[in-house]
């Protein structure tokens, strides 16, 4: 079992102290909870940019981040969340964060949500957006419940889109994997909150199933684009994030797979922290090779 650093830890228990979990609040007030901003230390700030437009693609909400210095092709980006919470504004910080350092437009995408909307409605709203951008050479990337709708949007576009980004990703709805028992409590995302946030989602055990939902059932990735799996050492997704690292590298998908010792869910959003900042800056340095 990867042990998470004591700076790590500390993070949990003040979570825990001060959040109360997902399951036992409203859905109003988990929202909430999410956006509100956090220290900057920990958190870090907006970064630079030259402007930031909130407008819609396909109908779809989207927070559009022009760098200071633009280069061809754009980020879409799926934030985290458990499909129940989370949108543009509590990713706004990793967000601007993305389109400082590639120094491409990041059109963050803010998909609707369940139990409002329930599958697949997050996934049509990020293949719509997708689609509508692909006039130019197209990322997708997004954290967690982000993560596995970037595969799954992956999957169905093939090889239009110039790479792929999967942070700590959702692969498979339909099952657990040994760090669901690992981690299963005291590392900020436990078990119980994935299991809620999957019976919101998608209440109907055999359409979690579909591909939409859980990309690692998906008959085959080959053809799909290169891939960018960041993953945290501790954390009840870390299994199934490296299961489908390795499935697209069994089907022939250029994938680089990182993995980070010590560090929980969530931890690419801490940008007042170096782990979080180091990686976004790996991302970065990957994705210059792939526009």
Not at 58 to 79: A, E, N, W
Request: with cysteine; aromatic share 8%.
């Amino acid at each position: 079992m990867s042990r998470a650093s004591w700076k790590y830890r500390a993070l949990a228990m003040l979570n825990a102290m001060l959040n109360p979990s997902t399951e036992s609040t409203s859905v109003k007030r988990a929202r909430e909870s999410m956006r509100k901003p956090g220290p900057a230390f920990i958190m870090g700030r907006r970064a630079p940019v030259a402007a930031v437009h909130d407008e819609q693609v396909s109908g779809v909400r989207v927070r559009r981040y022009v760098p200071q210095t633009v280069k061809p092709g754009v980020l879409v980006y799926f934030h985290g969340g458990g499909w129940v919470i989370g949108d543009v504004e509590s990713h706004d910080v990793v967000t601007s964060a993305l389109a400082a350092l590639t120094q491409r437009e990041v059109v963050s995408v803010d998909y609707r949500l369940a139990p409002e909307h329930r599958y697949p409605a997050a996934f049509e709203d990020c293949l719509s957006v997708t689609r509508a951008l692909l006039r130019q050479r197209v990322v997708v990337a997004g954290d967690s419940a982000g993560g596995g709708l970037s595969a799954s949007v992956a999957n169905v576009l093939g090889g239009q889109l110039a790479a792929q980004v999967l942070v700590y990703p959702v692969t498979d709805c339909a099952a657990e994997t040994a760090s669901y028992e690992t981690y299963a409590t005291g590392h900020l995302l436990t078990r119980e909150t994935m299991r809620y946030y999957r019976r919101e989602y998608v209440p109907d055990d055999e359409r979690r199933k579909e591909p939409g939902c859980s990309p690692l059932r998906a008959p085959s990735v080959q053809g799909v684009a290169p891939a960018y799996v960041l993953l945290a050492g501790c954390d009840v997704l870390r299994d199934e994030g490296r299961a489908y690292a390795q499935r697209l590298q069994a089907d022939g998908v250029e994938t680089v797979v990182d993995e980070v010792p010590g560090v929980l869910h969530g931890f690419l959003s801490l940008q007042g922290l170096a782990e979080g900042r180091a990686a976004a800056e790996r991302v970065a340095g990957w994705l210059e090779t792939k526009w």
